[in-house]
């Protein structure tokens, strides 16, 4: 089946020129003291803010300055959201529009009022027709900003373009936990291509973690041992869950194992980031069960109660794991688990995980499994590189009428909203580098249990039977 049509629309390469004035005014605050940030809007879609880059009136730009080479703005657009801004422009007198508004000063508030002074706001037109098959750049250069743009001496230089980003996207029946068939979508044709069994994991046998793999009962101790921790803990916990993914012929092709459990803090009933619980994502190779990621959530305090995340990269050898994903995500309204690792330009040797932390562009990649052949320009595994877009996965809050509204009913999750998958075409090679990807939104998606309140209970699919009670 063919991968869905999207479109990555990136904004980039920003700088500020303000020359100083013979006299500047008190009420002006010069970016060469003070940073400077923009807010960017695309209508319908959450505002993003970026930081400035003051750039001296006397440099030439880009030449002669170290300036932002990565998007600091991205906007994914789907072929509906394409169809519907397309319409606008043809059959609309108003265009669509990406508007930028530039500030002097910091960002936040200072009781209650922006630190920011507006210096000026400018606005890009877009077309996007045709953009699913061809990179477009709307914009490139500088533009003159301020009450008097025509006149004006202040200037603002950034990139916008578009190129096209297809992704196979996948759902999920019903919750993981309940063992649903997985779905991969495109347009209105919905076609089964996996199915995930969820389980617990024996105390007697820690080996044993899905019958329908019998080489996984062969899986060396070592790895439970080396990535999380089977001992027995005092207190209030939550360990054992599993979840295996299978392809239509019955192989399984990926899993998700806790391999730490999710304990209460002393004194509370939470997970505390101190102590996270973890998830080891596993890939079948060689006739066992290989480590491929590690996903670490927890419960955060403080007046945004949320579910925190850290995702790793397992190379090969015997290097550390490279972050990819560290952020959170709301308890109560849920949200996306996103790896997103900047720009697409192959020029780009850094990526920007979900929270703005720099990871290095050498990263080992799952782009390329074990078992490819290092096609599509990519080299063999563990060298191949992450490049823009890799996933991203909704997840369900707690709040009423979500699906993480336990009310110990079973099923496939009635009318509730379903986990779905998105996955970049790049990163999938093969059918296990798809169900990795699933195994992992799976993960994230059972950690907004796990880190639920110990004083609130599970829906009765998450309780082990009587004899494996911890």
């Not at 990136?10 to 003291?33: D, Q, Y």
């Not at 308890?331 to 697409?344: E, T």
Request: hydrophobic content about 35%; overall charge positive.
């Amino acid at each position: 089946m063919d991968p869905c049509p999207f479109v990555r629309l990136t904004v980039g390469n920003l700088a500020l020129k303000i020359p100083v004035a013979s006299k500047p005014a008190r009420s002006v605050v010069h970016p060469s003291a003070s940073p400077c940030f923009c807010k960017i809007k695309l209508k319908n879609f959450t505002l993003q803010t970026a930081v400035v880059p003051y750039i001296p009136p006397e440099t030439q730009f880009p030449e002669g300055a170290q300036v932002q080479t990565l998007s600091v703005a991205t906007f994914h657009l789907s072929k509906a959201d394409i169809e519907k801004f397309a319409g606008k422009s043809l059959f609309s007198s108003k265009k669509l529009h990406l508007k930028i508004s530039i500030y002097t000063g910091r960002r936040g508030t200072t009781c209650g009022v922006n630190s920011g002074r507006l210096l000026g706001k400018i606005s890009v037109p877009l077309d996007l027709a045709g953009t699913e098959s061809r990179a477009v750049v709307f914009h490139n250069g500088w533009i003159n900003v301020g009450k008097e743009a025509k006149n004006s001496s202040a200037q603002f230089h950034l990139n916008v373009r578009s190129e096209p980003d297809p992704r196979f996207v996948f759902q999920f029946d019903g919750e993981p936990e309940c063992s649903p068939q997985v779905f991969q979508i495109q347009g209105n044709i919905r076609q089964p291509v996996f199915t995930c069994k969820f389980s617990f994991r024996s105390v007697p046998d820690r080996n044993q973690r899905s019958r329908s793999f019998p080489s996984e009962q062969s899986m060396s101790r070592g790895w439970l041992s080396s990535f999380g921790s089977e001992r027995e803990r005092p207190g209030k916990e939550r360990k054992g869950w599993s979840i295996t993914v299978h392809d239509l012929s019955g192989s399984p092709v990926a899993a998700a194992s806790m391999v730490t459990p999710f304990v209460a803090s002393p004194g509370s009933d939470r997970v505390s980031r101190s102590n996270p619980g973890s998830w080891l994502i596993l890939r079948p190779g060689d006739g066992t069960w290989k480590p491929w990621g590690r996903l670490e959530a927890w419960r955060e305090r403080g007046s945004t109660d949320g579910l925190g995340y850290r995702f790793e990269l397992i190379p090969d050898s015997a290097a550390a794991g490279v972050v990819l994903a560290e952020s959170t995500l709301s308890c109560s309204k849920g949200g996306k688990f996103v790896i997103d690792l900047g720009s697409n330009n192959s020029n780009s040797q850094s990526g920007v995980s979900t929270n703005g932390r720099v990871t290095p562009g050498s990263a080992a990649s799952p782009a390329c499994s074990p078992r490819s052949s290092g096609d599509f320009g990519y080299g063999l595994w563990p060298y191949c590189m992450y490049r823009g877009f890799v996933m991203s996965a909704n997840v369900a809050g707690e709040g009423s009428g979500s699906q993480k509204t336990k009310s110990g009913k079973g099923g496939g999750g009635g009318g509730s909203k379903k986990v779905t998958v998105e996955v970049s075409v790049q990163h999938v090679n093969c059918t296990e580098d798809a169900a990795a990807f699933v195994a992992l939104s799976a993960a994230i998606d059972l950690s907004m249990d796990a880190c639920r309140l110990f004083s609130q209970k599970l829906r009765k699919e998450l309780c082990p039977p009587q004899d494996f009670l911890f």
